[in-house]
T-cell receptor, first 113, second 116 residues
Framework: DAGVIQSPRHEVTEMGQEVTLRCKPISGHNSLFWYRQTMMRGLELLIYFNNNVPIDDSGMPEDRFSAKMPNASFSTLKIQPSEPRDSAVYFC???????????FGQGTRLTVV | AQKITQTQPGMFVQEKEAVTLDCTYD???????LFWYKQPSSGEMIFLIY??????QNATEGRYSLNFQKARKSANLVISASQLGDSAMYFCAMREASYTGNQFYFGTGTSLTVIP
């Protein structure tokens, strides 16, 4: 299996633009997590899906952030409009129903200028 | 309250020596799992070891072992015979099997540097 696949790996955008981050979980995994990592705040859980349904989105910082999981093999995290303080590494992770650990993608490094 | 606390922002260890990275956790859930992940400078998150709350024995995976002290709510990672490639950030994490789901909560991490 190719693991959790995130795209793009790097994104540089101007303040005010819309940004869409993409994630393909490992096939058969039914839990999907979006995390944001910054030096100041470490790894923050943004949102968690189980069987494509958002279970906990309490970590989503504000209404500018939205996440969807239209099917078991694809999820998006959208920021509209983006701001410089959104600059971070965004990780997607997935876990299978009988497993223990979460498997992480390579991350998307977002820079908003 | 913080779910996971890692009090050592940075640690140094001599090559071939053992090192312990501290982790304490906070939960009232009787069923939970504890994890350690490694993040090298390249940025990926690599799973190292897992301990279930009901496991009687401490988990071991090669040179990694987890010193699980349930009463003290601690889950320290022990790396034996340190290697230069062990230099990385190390994150402790917990997953609660709660009614709200199975979120993973991460600590702030410990930066480990192995000195030749």
């Amino acid at each position: 299996d190719a693991g959790v696949i995130q795209s793009p790996r790097h994104e540089v955008t101007e303040m005010g633009q819309e940004v869409t981050l993409r994630c393909k979980p490992i096939s058969g995994h039914n839990s999907l997590f979006w995390y944001r990592q910054t030096m100041m705040r470490g790894l923050e859980l943004l949102i968690y899906f189980n069987n494509n349904v958002p279970i906990d989105d309490s970590g989503m910082p504000e209404d500018r952030f939205s996440a969807k999981m239209p099917n078991a093999s694809f999820s998006t995290l959208k920021i509209q409009p983006s701001e410089p303080r959104d600059s971070a590494v965004y990780f997607c992770a997935s876990r299978d129903p009988g497993g223990t650990e979460a498997f992480f993608g390579q991350g998307t490094r977002l820079t908003v200028v | 309250a913080q779910k996971i606390t890692q009090t050592q922002p940075g640690m140094f260890v001599q090559e071939k020596e053992a090192v312990t990275l501290d982790c304490t956790y906070d939960t009232s859930d009787p069923s939970y799992g504890l994890f350690w992940y490694k993040q090298p400078s390249s940025g990926e998150m690599i799973f190292l070891i897992y301990q279930g709350s009901y496991d009687q024995q401490n988990a071991t995976e090669g040179r990694y072992s987890l010193n699980f002290q349930k009463a003290r709510k601690s889950a320290n990672l022990v790396i034996s015979a340190s290697q230069l490639g062990d230099s990385a950030m190390y994150f402790c994490a917990m997953r609660e099997a709660s009614y709200t789901g199975n979120q993973f909560y991460f600590g702030t991490g410990t930066s480990l540097t192995v000195i030749p």
